[in-house]
T-cell receptor, first 114, second 116 residues
């Protein structure tokens, strides 16, 4: 079945540091890939997405590129802020026509220190 | 403002009691979902519904029940059969099932259930 593997956290960085959160996936077909963010005590919000190979999703300074050859979708940000502290989830959606096919990784806790 | 409203935000239950979590959306979305989140784990799908009066079991449906009598509402009942119900429950919706935006979920703020 489909699966998503994220780097284990927690990750602690100083403000303005470079961020990478690794995400690799296993899926049949051609999935869409997503990063969701969860701020403390809240639900998840879609951060960015990519629907086909070599697509780059970007939002709020975060970027991720859909790499089919390495089955990866790593999240990056050049300069993190304290307000980026949250849990980040990588997810994939198989293009199977089914409503349920969103598979989440286990999440990576990011803490940014001032 | 359009969105998803979950209630209550916090809920305490004694063992052996059923409890119902509310989820309402005004986004006119066809599909709705319930996920369970445990510390340090990803989200696990409990139930989902693609249209009114229809729903399917997810990966961890045992001990839970749902209904979808109206498009905007998808309540979740945690029954006494659920062995470990203490968790954070998230409701979500998406515009339509199987469409090109599959995977673009809109989440509520969650309900935290604690069994005493």
């Amino acid at each position: 079945g489909d699966s998503v593997t994220q780097m284990e956290g927690p990750v602690t960085l100083s403000e303005e540091a470079f961020l990478t959160i690794n995400c690799t996936y296993t899926a049949t077909g051609y999935p869409s890939l997503f990063w969701y963010v969860q701020y403390p005590g809240e639900g998840l919000q879609l951060l960015l997405k990519a629907t086909k190979a070599d697509d780059k999703g970007s939002n709020k300074g975060f970027e991720a590129t859909y790499r089919k050859e390495t089955t990866s979708f790593h999240l990056e940000k050049g300069s993190v802020q304290v307000s980026d502290s949250a849990v980040y989830f990588c997810a994939l959606s198989a293009r199977s026509g089914s409503a349920r096919q969103l598979t989440f990784g286990s999440g990576t806790q990011l803490t940014v220190l001032p | 403002d359009g969105g998803i409203t979950q209630s209550p935000k916090y809920l305490f239950r004694k063992e052996g009691q059923n409890v119902t979590l509310s989820c309402e959306q005004n986004l006119n979305h066809d599909a709705m979902y319930w996920y369970r989140q445990d510390p340090g784990q990803g989200l696990r799908l409990i139930y989902y519904s693609q249209i009114v009066n229809d729903f399917q079991k997810g990966d961890i449906a045992e001990g839970y029940s749902v209904s979808r009598e109206k498009k905007e509402s998808f309540p979740l009942t945690v029954t006494s059969a659920q062995k470990n119900p203490t968790a954070f429950y998230l409701c979500a919706s998406s515009q339509r099932a199987g469409g090109p935006d599959t995977g673009e979920l809109f989440f509520g703020e969650g309900s935290r259930l604690t069994v005493l």
